[in-house]
């Protein structure tokens, strides 16, 4: 045994286990989001960690990849400043609302609505072929609606994420692309710095409460630095047609993973 947080035991064994699912959680996420469907349910694995220290611990690792991919696409990748920028700041704002949320409501009452949006999304994704591949935008991008939706966006997501956490990404990409008409891969670059906004948002109430276990959430953030950085190198050099097909792959994956826990709870 290397260390102990309170009555979680760290070990060298757990921490390469942490460090792996966190390099897989984020390429997955530096593409199209949805790291956290890897990465949280790894976390819940360890023995004594709490729900609420298992959502705290896996925003050290989420912040930590997405600040990587985040600067390797806006190298390549010109995303929407006017509208990503504000939408991040009230994405903030909704993440520290879902963090305080988190540790009051209980995951079950979220589960259901969750799971329908993104069945939802899956086939609507699934049934427009076209979506995303070229950018369309909705609003012309100097309108209030234009940066009103992304804004009204971030908030909603920025909600979510401080409360429950998988998926957020892709339902930020896929909220931009449907909403906006972002191609895929603009969406991927602006859903970044939005993402990146969620994550310090949950992390400026859950570190001061005390939720973080350091060694668990250090072991992800290496993890996530380097698949953060592999990933966003990947979505551009492939484009949004790849990025495209990973969405679905992380949506029915979301459905699959949320859908058996409910089962399970139920059974």
Known sequence: ???????????????????????????????????????????????????????ATNKVGSIAGTTVSAVTYLRKVKPDKSAALPAAALALVGAVLGAMLATVVPEALFRPLILVVIVGVALFTLLKPSLGAEAMLRFPPDSVRHHATAWGLGFVVGVYDGVLGP????????????????SFLQAS???????????????????????????????????????????????????????????IVVAGLLVLTMGWDMLSAVL
Do not use: C, Y
């Open 167 to 182: 998926g957020t990404g892709s339902f930020l990409v896929i909220g931009l692309v449907a909403l906006l008409g972002f």
């Open 1 to 55: 045994m290397l260390a102990a947080a309170g009555p979680v035991e760290v070990t060298a064994g757990l921490l390469l286990l942490l460090l792996a699912a966190g390099m897989l959680a984020g390429w997955l996420d530096a593409v199209v989001g949805g790291g956290g469907i890897i990465q949280l349910p790894v976390l819940m694995l360890v023995p004594g960690i709490t729900p609420v220290q298992a959502l």
């Open 189 to 247: 670059a602006s859903g970044k710095i939005v993402n990146w906004a969620t994550n310090l948002g949950a992390l400026l109430f859950f570190v001061p409460a005390g939720h973080v276990i350091w060694p668990l959430g250090l072991a992800v953030a290496v993890g996530n630095i380097t698949g953060g950085w592999l990933g966003a190198r990947t979505a551009i050099r492939l484009g949004s047609g790849f990025v495209r097909i990973v969405f």
